[in-house]
Nanobody, 124 residues
Framework: QVTLVESGGGLVQAGDSLRLSCTFS????????LGWFRQGLGKEREFVAG????????FYGSSGNGRFIVSRDNIKNMAWLQMNDLRPEDTAVYFC?????????????????WGRGTQVTVSS
């Protein structure tokens, strides 16, 4: 049974940084591509960033490009989302997800397993 657990969220001020963690267990982590998504109150789930199985190809959605950095360690079975220069519009629940069918994807339907999310709140 694959399990993902996010951590590292919290309440910060605009301009601050946060580093989210995603702990993976249950199967070999290197078999899965990894994505970070977020969902604000009353909004649809949005792709933030993803990374390929071997960690060589990070890719970003419009919300994460330029301020966020995604990484993973297949030995530690962990992934991270470093978020810099946070803005109030970044306020959301952040989820990590793992998929197997493609090499990478920004579409949530292409992910098989999801964590429960961690809340990030950015005050102005």
């Amino acid at each position: 049974q694959v399990t993902l657990v996010e951590s590292g969220g919290g309440l910060v001020q605009a301009g601050d940084s946060l580093r989210l963690s995603c702990t993976f267990s249950g199967r070999p982590f290197s078999n899965y591509y990894l994505g970070w998504f977020r969902q604000g109150l009353g909004k649809e789930r949005e792709f933030v960033a993803g990374i390929s199985r071997n960690a060589r190809r990070p890719f970003y959605g419009s919300s994460g490009n330029g301020r966020f950095i995604v990484s993973r360690d297949n030995i530690k079975n962990m992934a991270w989302l470093q978020m810099n220069d946070l803005r109030p519009e970044d306020t959301a629940v952040y989820f990590c997800a793992a998929g197997t069918y493609y090499s990478e994807s920004d579409n949530p339907v292409n992910y098989d397993y999801w964590g429960r999310g961690t809340q990030v709140t950015v005050s102005s």
